[in-house]
């Protein structure tokens, strides 16, 4: 089954490096949480606040090694109480864990997103 695996991460400044760096782990994160290998990501949509603006978050898949994960950057809706300095991820991956065993990961303060999750399944970070 194809399920969708949902994480977020911020930012304290509009920076390549720092954007691909979050990014990255949050992507290393995801994977390890869910025990999904590469080969199991049918593809991975990210998307950034509207403050966003210094690389494709989307770069951080390569280099992580996922060369063959097929992704896409999209922009976020700039709404007045959105959370500035926002990376946020949407990974459909295989796997038979059932919709709440699969683990989604919020850091830094992307974590006030989803509060409602259990904190040992967020990642606080």
């Avoid at 390549?16 to 994160?29: P, Q, V």
């Avoid at 992580?64 to 949407?90: A, F, N, Q, S």
């Avoid at 295989?94 to 830094?108: L, N």
């Amino acid at each position: 089954m194809i399920r969708g695996i949902r994480g977020a991460t911020t930012v304290e400044h509009d920076d390549a490096e720092e954007i691909l760096a979050r990014t990255g782990e949050l992507l290393l994160d995801m994977a390890r949480a869910n025990q999904i290998e590469p080969d199991m990501i049918s593809s991975i949509c990210f998307t950034l606040s509207p403050d966003l603006h210094a690389t494709f978050p989307a770069e951080a898949a390569r280099r992580v090694g996922w060369r063959y994960v097929p992704v896409i950057c999209m922009r976020e809706l700039d709404v007045p109480h959105g959370l500035p300095k926002t990376i946020r991820v949407l990974m459909h991956a295989e796997t038979s864990r059932r919709p709440e065993q699969v683990q989604h990961v919020y850091r830094g303060r992307a974590v006030s997103l989803r509060e409602d999750l259990d904190p040992d399944v967020s990642a606080r970070g």
